[in-house]
């Protein structure tokens, strides 16, 4: 099997941008194997872009991962490439968009900015970084280049950091947001099960949960068959992040709740029974 690239965009799949990419791609690594992962981020989404990509590569093989939601294009912004300490690249640019992806794969181990113009596609559009920048580099990765054949390295410290607040824990008390919303209306949280674990909070726990002066008490359950056909729960979801849903529902009709909604989480002292 060749390397292996997976690649994740906001450019939708009805002009030529993504093929372009990948014929790019494909002209410096031609034994690449391309796994898309989505091209139906909306459109500027970072945050939500951020998340599809966390909750893809920790799926994919070990390789080079591609991921291009890009407001800033053609801007002050830098192009990075992360070396993470599962050993994946991460390529794209430095808005917050790799740094859950990165988490998930163990953590950051090096960046470099890339500045090297030699590896990129001539002449560089100022709004298609994807095409001139990003594929380019991600399939001379892909082909074995050193990342520091790419540009200098730059602190850790200095990257933007991820697009979405951090869930701050104050004893029992969890205070949060909705991050994303799926096509099912599922609410999911900044809240991950490591986080969760931190609180003292369980399977069968009952969480008190408020937002703006409304509240409810919902169980922590595995599943959404675990309650009656439209009633609510919260669940720990396939990306790890704790989500308010409704079985065969939508928890965001139901509860009024949309991304960047604050809500608080405090558990109730009695669990339900086994």
């Known amino acids: 099997m060749g390397p292996i690239i997976t690649f994740l965009s906001d450019f939708g799949l009805s002009d030529e941008w993504v093929g372009v990419c990948k014929g790019v791609m494909k002209g410096i690594a031609p034994h690449a ?11 500027f989404n970072v945050k939500k872009g951020a998340l599809l990509f966390a909750s893809a ?6 390789g080079v991962h591609l991921a291009v939601v890009d407001p800033g294009v053609g801007t002050k912004r830098r192009a990075i490439i992360i070396l993470t300490k599962r050993g994946d690249y991460l390529i794209g640019p430095d808005n917050g968009l790799l740094i859950p992806a990165a988490q998930r794969l163990g953590g950051i181990k090096r960046v470099v900015e890339i500045t090297n113009e030699r590896y990129m596609h001539k002449p560089i559009c100022p709004s298609f970084h994807g095409r001139d920048i990003f594929a380019p580099v991600a399939a001379h990765l892909a082909a074995g280049k050193d990342m ?6 730059i602190d850790i410290n200095d990257l933007v950091q991820t697009p979405w607040s951090k869930a701050r824990i104050s004893g029992e008390e969890i205070i949060c947001e909705v991050i994303y919303v799926d096509k099912f209306g599922t609410l999911r949280l900044n809240v991950t099960l490591h986080e969760l674990m931190k609180c003292g909070i369980r399977l069968k726990n009952q969480i008190l949960v408020k937002w703006n002066e409304k509240n409810v008490i919902l169980p922590l359950l595995r599943t959404f068959g675990e309650v009656k056909a439209g009633e609510l729960l919260l669940l720990v979801d396939s990306s790890d992040h704790l989500c308010i849903a409704v079985n065969q529902g939508s928890a965001a009709v139901k509860l009024g709740l949309k991304v960047g909604s604050k809500i608080t989480l405090i558990r109730e002292r009695d669990p339900l029974s086994n």
């Open 57 to 62: 590569v920790p799926f994919m093989p070990k």
């Open 148 to 153: 520091d054949e790419f540009g200098p390295e």
């Open 33 to 43: 194997e391309i796994i898309d992962i989505s091209h139906k981020v909306p459109n």
